[in-house]
């Protein structure tokens, strides 16, 4: 059985980089929407992590989230049209370095663990390998996938 991720699970290693009103996108200031990493949109209302998507570290358009935001806004594909519906949503960032908090390798830190986690989440490794494990772990919502 799949877990739920919520917002209070991802809130000590992600971090806020745009909020949606009804399709309407507004990015935090500051925010880096081109770094590589996993993106999760929260539900304000559930507080649940309906969408995930991620940005690449060898994406070739170099767009980074922007495209995936912008497909969106356009409602071009259903679960990008559910995000759009929500009454409000925040979309988070988990940067590179802090994947492995997705997939509840947190609690490693300095211990003899940390070196083996570091070579699986390496900068070389595979962001589909990544989505796939987070699709067979969590339910999110707007995604059978």
Known sequence: MKKQLTHLAICRYADAVGHMTRGVFQKEEGADLKAPGFHLVVDNKTGRVVFRFYVAPN???????????LRITRREHEPSAMVAL??????????????????????????????????????GENYTEYNRILNDMYEFEFQPY
Do not use: C, P, W
């Open 59 to 69: 994406q070739r358009r170099k767009t980074g989230a922007n495209r995936t935001i």
């Open 86 to 123: 929500l009454d409000s949503a925040t979309f988070y960032f988990v940067a590179h370095d802090r994947i492995k908090n997705l997939f509840g390798l947190h609690d490693h830190h300095d211990s003899m663990f940390e070196s083996a986690i570091q070579l699986k989440f390496g900068d």
